[in-house]
């Protein structure tokens, strides 16, 4: 069975400073990796997805992230946040069964 | 609309009464999931349905949730004997056949059971 780790349960920044959220997964086959942004009182919104090819993928709204296969990572990064991204973010690994696995969520507040 | 629909928002239940939460997915989306997300938690896998063929159901908590989706559309989930630890948010989620984990969710439907 697959596991998600999401290291962060709280990250705090400033406007426009960089940002990264860590997600770690555990299995040993090849996998599928995904970012989903959840805002108050919604559902789940994915931000990038890594099926195959470059490891450096690109989501929506200046967000990317980099999947590493010897350190099993897929951490989400943006290079300046902006208010409107405070939101709670999950990473979520599938398989063969095609049935994702979420971690616990990692809430980005974005101060002024 | 053309995103997942769900039904209702909320709900107030006392304990000990049934409750069902409807879903009504992306049309023309095969698979169907439902997830139980705990205050502060990330979603937890409960059930899916490949059209109307229920093809995963080792997340569902006990055998008072179970859940249908008769005509391989709009899905039903449903509660009996409500009790406090069953509060929490329910998401649906729909995706396309040759799916890869990427899921459409809805907003969810919060159950509170008092």
């Known amino acids: 069975a697959q596991s998600v780790t999401q290291l962060d349960s709280q990250v705090p920044v400033f406007e426009e400073a960089p940002v990264e959220l860590r997600c770690n997964y555990s299995?040993?086959?090849?996998?599928?990796l995904f970012w989903y942004v959840q805002y108050p009182n919604q559902g789940l919104q994915l931000l990038l997805k890594?099926?195959?090819?470059?490891?450096l993928v690109k989501g929506i709204n200046g967000f990317e992230a980099e999947f590493n296969k010897s350190q099993t990572s897929f951490h989400l990064r943006k290079p300046s946040v902006h208010i409107s991204d405070t939101a709670e973010y999950f990473c979520?690994?599938?398989?063969?069964?095609?049935?994702?696995?979420f971690g616990r969520g990692t809430s980005l507040i974005v101060h002024p | 609309g053309a995103g997942v629909s769900q039904s209702p928002r909320y709900k107030v239940a006392k304990r000990g009464q049934d409750v069902a939460l409807r879903c009504d997915p992306i049309s023309g989306h095969v698979s169907l999931f439902w997830y139980q997300q705990a205050l502060g938690q990330g979603p937890e896998f409960l059930t899916y349905?490949?059209?109307?063929?229920?093809?995963?159901k080792s997340g569902l908590p006990s055998d008072r949730f179970f859940a249908e989706r008769p005509e391989g559309s709009v899905s039903t989930l449903k509660i009996q004997r409500t009790q406090q630890e069953d509060s929490a948010v329910y998401l649906c989620?729909?995706?396309?056949?040759?799916?890869?984990?990427?899921?459409?969710f809805g907003e969810g439907s919060r159950l509170t059971v008092l």
């Open positions: 349905f490949q059209n109307e063929a229920q093809l995963d």
């Open positions: 890594y099926l195959s090819g470059s490891t």
């Open positions: 299995s040993s086959v090849s996998v599928y």
């Open positions: 989620a729909s995706s396309l056949e040759s799916n890869t984990g990427e899921l459409f």
């Open positions: 979520a690994v599938t398989k063969g069964s095609y049935i994702p696995t």
